[in-house]
Nanobody, 129 residues
Framework: QVQLQESGGGSVQSGGSLRLSCAAS????????MGWFRQAPGKKREGVAK?????????SYADSVRGRFTISQDNAKGILYLQMNNLQPEDTALYYC?????????????????????WGKGTQVTVSS
């Protein structure tokens, strides 16, 4: 059974940094995409960052986080990371780790976060001004 477990959220002041982690287990797929999306109260879900396992497709970032957030993974440990720097109050949201393991066409969608088959329970990030 595929499981994704996020950690690393917390409360920081504007300009601070956090690193989110997502421990993935229960699958041995070699072709997949994984990413982070977020949802703030009263707002639409937003895809934050995504990477593909093919080693060819560039990582993608939402315009709102490009240059501040970095997605990476440690394949040996099965962990996906999101390094978040220069956090701003508008980054406050519940952050989810998500994975698409089967229908890889979804990985190339402009709204990929709407199609991911698996996601965790989320970790809260709160940024105060």
């Amino acid at each position: 059974q595929v499981q994704l477990q996020e950690s690393g959220g917390g409360s920081v002041q504007s300009g601070g940094s956090l690193r989110l982690s997502c421990a993935a287990s229960g699958y041995t797929y070699s072709n997949y995409c994984m990413g982070w999306f977020r949802q703030a109260p009263g707002k639409k879900r937003e895809g934050v960052a995504k990477l593909n396992s093919d080693g060819i497709t560039p990582t993608s970032y939402a315009d709102s986080v490009r240059g501040r957030f970095t997605i990476s993974q440690d394949n040996a440990k099965g962990i996906l990371y999101l390094q978040m720097n220069n956090l701003q109050p508008e980054d406050t949201a519940l952050y989810y780790c998500a994975a698409e393991l089967e229908d890889l066409d979804h990985c190339y969608s402009g709204s990929w976060w709407e199609f991911m088959d698996y996601w965790g329970k989320g970790t809260q990030v709160t940024v105060s001004s």
